[in-house]
């Protein structure tokens, strides 16, 4: 978990979710952006600078998908669309971007876009304000892709919904929760050795039961008939 801007940002449980978009953030700006990164798995820069017809159309209706320009991604590797669901629609829908051709998300007295570091201080604030900690911009990014790997979608799929160039690094965003540690363990249940299953009596035809008298009585005629 991300401490201080230490560490892992957290994965976010469905509750965390509810309290920051319900009770957190205070704008539907805020919520919008922070939707974008949620319910896309973007990075928070490329929410940042997205522009408005990425995410509307010429009459500001919310696309069915949003497009992530090549020169806004890690790397200018390659544009991608991500489809929009309705949870991020309501979001969308709900805000009103001022700017129908610029940025989507503008900065101060709308000149750029607003800056990812305001981003993360709106974020951290908020989460000072609800009592949540280890939570970070990058933390809906890592949410939204440890839960489609959670929900069996093939990593192959899910690395076109993030951007990254190799499946190496996108599983280092994907949290191995102990609960799913638990589980794989428990599958061992089918090798117990629980029962007497195991345990094998050996018979040997070749070999008759004798008794130690018997032995002991057999040995003693035998040596009668020596002396």
């Known amino acids: 978990m991300k401490i201080n801007r230490h560490g892992k940002a957290k994965v976010l449980t469905q509750q965390e979710i509810q309290i920051l978009f319900n009770d957190g953030f205070q704008s539907e700006r805020d919520r919008a952006l922070f939707g974008v990164c949620l319910y896309t798995a ?8 997205l522009n408005t017809p990425d995410v509307y159309n010429k009459r ?14 890690k790397g200018k590797l390659a544009a991608r669309a991500v489809p ?3 949870e991020l629609r309501s979001l969308l829908i709900k805000y009103q971007p001022a700017n129908r051709d ?33 939570i970070s911009t990058h933390s809906f990014r890592r949410t939204a892709l440890t839960e489609m790997s959670n929900a069996g979608i093939p990593l192959r799929i899910i690395q ?13 965003y ?23 299953s195991y345990v094998r009596k050996s018979v040997f035809s070749d070999v008759t039961s004798t008794s130690d008298t018997e ?3 057999s040995d003693g005629q035998q040596n009668t008939s020596v002396l």
């Open 84 to 86: 929009v669901i309705e």
């Open 160 to 172: 076109e919904v993030s951007g990254h160039r190799n499946l190496e690094e996108l599983q280092k």
């Open 174 to 196: 994907l949290e191995v929760r102990p609960e799913q540690v638990k589980g794989a363990v428990s599958t061992l249940s089918m090798l117990g050795h629980v029962g007497d």
């Open 102 to 134: 610029g940025f989507l998300f503008p900065g101060r007295h709308g000149i750029s876009h607003i800056n990812p570091e305001s981003a993360s201080r709106i974020l951290r604030e908020t989460c000072e304000k609800i009592y949540l900690e280890g």
């Open 215 to 217: 032995i002991g009585s």
């Open 42 to 49: 973007c990075r928070i820069n490329e929410a940042c600078t």
């Open 60 to 73: 500001m209706h919310v696309r069915n998908e949003i497009i992530f320009r090549r020169h806004n991604t």
